[in-house]
């Protein structure tokens, strides 16, 4: 019986704290894809290493990275990963069941949904919205609709496939907030990305009732209901920290979009 074959699909910068766990964890994959944008640690040593085929190009937003780095691949299924995730042991057994099924048994599947659990300052986040986090990550490379892609946007780029899409029963590993310092800056600099897709929405709260609801008004309420009522609270002071302030990305975003719409509406 035919075996399905397995592309794994990485996008890198400085990512040497990091790669060397993820790529353990894709160690039944067929071959591993990684386009780095520029590192200038042990990336590209640390992927070479585990016998992944390594390209080096100009960072050109998430969506697009990621998309150059799913149109190199040539396995019959795709897995993209960020650099700081790492699959569980029962998610590689149940991947590996899914590869080795007739791919005309199951025609009518296209992708898979994944579910993620979010490690934050090395505490799983069981509560709140966080978990489980459905993603989804395993897509046939080529469909009856074309090849799959992410769609281009700033931030939060996701997987549109028009098939059939199960959701698998094990879970994959978020480890990109270690410390608070780290993410501070991410969230930082995904505000911003944030803020220009609002803006360019028109959602810029031109007037002042807008303003304080979306700047101050929504962030509390989120805080709220993810703390509160979805019991992030027994996430222990991590889950405070998660989302004090998950609450003031949201803030910034929004005030991010409003000086975007300010000054467009200077020029």
């Given at each position: 019986?035919?075996?399905?074959?397995?592309?794994?699909?990485?996008?890198?910068?400085?990512?040497?704290?990091?790669?060397?766990?993820?790529?353990?964890?894709?160690?039944?994959?067929?071959?591993?894809?990684?386009?780095?944008?520029?590192?200038?640690?042990?990336?590209?040593?640390?992927?070479?290493?585990?016998?992944?085929?390594?390209?080096?190009?100009?960072?050109?937003?998430?969506?697009?990275?990621?998309?150059?780095?799913?149109?190199?691949?040539?396995?019959?299924?795709?897995?993209?990963?960020?650099?700081?995730?790492?699959?569980?042991?029962?998610?590689?057994?149940?991947?590996?069941?899914?590869?080795?099924?007739?791919?005309?048994?199951?025609?009518?599947?296209?992708?898979?949904?994944?579910?993620?659990?979010?490690?934050?300052?090395?505490?799983?986040?069981?509560?709140?919205?966080?978990?489980?986090?459905?993603?989804?990550?395993?897509?046939?490379?080529?469909?009856?609709?074309?090849?799959?892609?992410?769609?281009?946007?700033?931030?939060?780029?996701s997987v549109q496939i028009a098939g059939g899409v199960?959701?698998?029963?094990?879970?994959?590993?978020?480890?990109?907030?270690?410390?608070?310092?780290?993410?501070?800056?991410?969230?930082?600099?995904?505000?911003?990305?944030?803020?220009?897709?609002?803006?360019?929405?028109?959602?810029?709260?031109?007037?002042?009732?807008?303003?304080?609801?979306?700047?101050?008004?929504?962030?509390?309420?989120?805080?709220?209901?993810?703390?509160?009522?979805?019991?992030?609270?027994?996430?222990?002071?991590?889950?405070?920290?998660?989302?004090?302030?998950?609450?003031?990305?949201?803030?910034?975003?929004?005030?991010?979009?409003?000086?975007?719409?300010?000054?467009?509406?200077?020029?």
């Amino acid at each position: 019986m035919p075996r399905s074959t397995l592309s794994v699909a990485i996008i890198t910068l400085n990512e040497e704290a990091n790669l060397a766990r993820t790529l353990a964890s894709v160690h039944f994959a067929d071959e591993v894809v990684v386009v780095d944008s520029g590192s200038t640690d042990r990336t590209s040593e640390i992927a070479k290493s585990f016998g992944a085929k390594v390209f080096t190009e100009p960072w050109k937003g998430f969506a697009k990275q990621k998309n150059s780095a799913i149109e190199k691949c040539v396995g019959t299924w795709v897995l993209s990963l960020d650099a700081d995730e790492e699959l569980t042991v029962e998610l590689q057994r149940e991947i590996g069941q899914m590869l080795e099924v007739d791919p005309q048994a199951l025609p009518q599947i296209d992708g898979y949904r994944l579910r993620l659990r979010h490690v934050f300052l090395g505490r799983w986040m069981r509560h709140g919205g966080y978990y489980p986090d459905f993603k989804l990550r395993l897509f046939r490379r080529m469909t009856s609709s074309g090849a799959v892609c992410f769609t281009d946007r700033p931030v939060h780029e996701s997987v549109q496939i028009a098939g059939g899409v199960e959701t698998m029963k094990n879970d994959f590993l978020h480890h990109g907030y270690p410390d608070l310092n780290i993410y501070l800056e991410h969230m930082n600099r995904y505000s911003s990305l944030g803020g220009q897709i609002v803006a360019a929405k028109g959602k810029v709260s031109r007037s002042w009732v807008a303003f304080c609801w979306n700047v101050a008004l929504v962030p509390i309420l989120t805080f709220v209901w993810n703390f509160g009522f979805r019991l992030g609270f027994l996430d222990g002071r991590e889950g405070l920290l998660l989302h004090l302030y998950h609450s003031a990305y949201i803030s910034w975003k929004y005030a991010k979009a409003w000086q975007i719409g300010s000054h467009a509406g200077d020029t």
